[in-house]
């Protein structure tokens, strides 16, 4: 059996409907054109020396490749490892690197800032305690000192590991 005239023109007339609404649909800015998944802000509790790494998965939800040429930090103490290109439609992570040496015993706050195509600025965040570890001393005993760990979270942990030394 071979489809009628008027089969035909209405496949062609929706066939020209859909392409039509795939333009439009295409040309509509997004909400968020790049977008963290999970949380941009992540508890850290970690002894003063421990090296903290932070992933945070980033999803380009745009038909264009996002391009990262740098991410800011506001201290010297917290850097980004980042890939250059996100392509488009997919996830890849953003790790934000904290070096706890030469950040005081205490709470904490520490950003990174990652720029959307859209001119945003998403906050990625690590805020937190650092504890001083003191060495244990026991008479006629070499004193147990405290070796730092490298920390790796992912900031869609709901339980995230407490460190502890023997």
């Not at 040309?27 to 992933?55: H, R, S, W, Y």
């Not at 706890?100 to 945003?120: C, H, Q, S």
């Amino acid at each position: 059996t071979q489809p009628s005239q008027a089969m035909i023109k209405h496949l062609i007339a929706l066939g020209i409907i859909l392409v039509n609404c795939f333009a439009v649909t295409a040309q509509q800015p997004l909400d968020k054109p790049v977008e963290v998944i999970g949380p941009t802000v992540v508890e850290v509790n970690a002894n003063v020396g421990d090296m903290v790494e932070v992933v945070f998965a980033v999803r380009n939800n745009s038909h264009d490749e996002f391009y990262i040429a740098q991410i800011q930090t506001d201290c010297h103490c917290v850097s980004a490892v980042y890939p250059p290109i996100v392509k488009h439609l997919s996830t890849d992570s953003v790790t934000v690197v904290l070096n706890t040496n030469n950040i005081p015993p205490g709470t904490f706050v520490k950003k990174a800032y990652l720029e959307t195509p859209d001119n945003k600025v998403i906050e990625l965040v690590l805020q937190g305690n650092l504890k001083v570890v003191k060495p244990i001393v026991k008479p006629r005993q070499r004193p147990i000192i405290y070796k730092p760990v490298h920390i790796r979270l992912h900031n869609t942990q709901k339980n995230l590991p407490q460190v502890q030394w023997l």
